[in-house]
């Protein structure tokens, strides 16, 4: 299973008209050849940006009503409603400082996708960047009704000392100095949160640098961690486009040897 992260703006650049499926079918089709599942991830931090709406306007405002945000998803599940290679709709990539509209945004998008389509996931991201670590008090209203009962959330984590905890900008393992279970003590709160709440759970984003090997010693009790608890993952990140980013997952040597991550990761891959 993989992320696939795109943007409301590049598929529909005007609210309520038709999205443009062209890229998005190119890759699902891709996916469905090969067996692969799909978490299509819309990567807007619960913005919208356009000439006619601004610059990274919070969505559930005035400017950017919820109805437009549903509309989207909407279309966007009655066109992949039987598509196989889809797993779920990642409703919104790390919602942040949305004054507390976020959980009323995720609801109406839900309730649409549900008009189309009771098959897939609904993967829901909670607040403050998703963070593993605070979501249990970043996310208090975040209790999404689905009468189908296939609402999973999703939270990230990082294992770097950067604000907010883990944030992905990693500076070297020797000035990091993490102890080997930073990432258990990463993740532990969203699974609280969900055992609290009776609610399933998925880690879509986490990752180490690829620049030395002993990142290992977090990643292996992090990844065996998150699998105990029978959560779905996804590593960030991969792709031939990523270039020198340093979580990057991708062969090197044109793609003849692994990256050092993917002697923990394939070990739990299904």
Known sequence: MYQLPFKWERIQTEFYQPVDFTNLDKIAALAHERGM??????????RYTSATVGTNIVIGTAAVPNEAFADVWRQIADHYRDETAIYGYGLMNEPHSTGGLWPASAQAATDAIREVDTNHWVIVGGENWSSAYSWRGSNPGLDIIDAYGKVMYEAHAYFDTKYPPGDGDYSSYDSENPIDDKGVYQVNPFILWLQEHHARGFIGEFGTPKTDVRWNRVLEPVVSHI????????YWAGGKN?????????????????SIQVEVLERYIP
Do not use: E, I, R
């Open 227 to 234: 699998a105990a608890y029978g959560l779905n993952s996804t």
């Open 242 to 258: 990523w270039g020198n980013y340093q979580l990057d997952c991708s062969p090197t040597d044109n793609y003849t040897v692994d």
């Open 37 to 46: 599942k799909v978490v299509l991830d819309m990567h807007n931090y619960d």
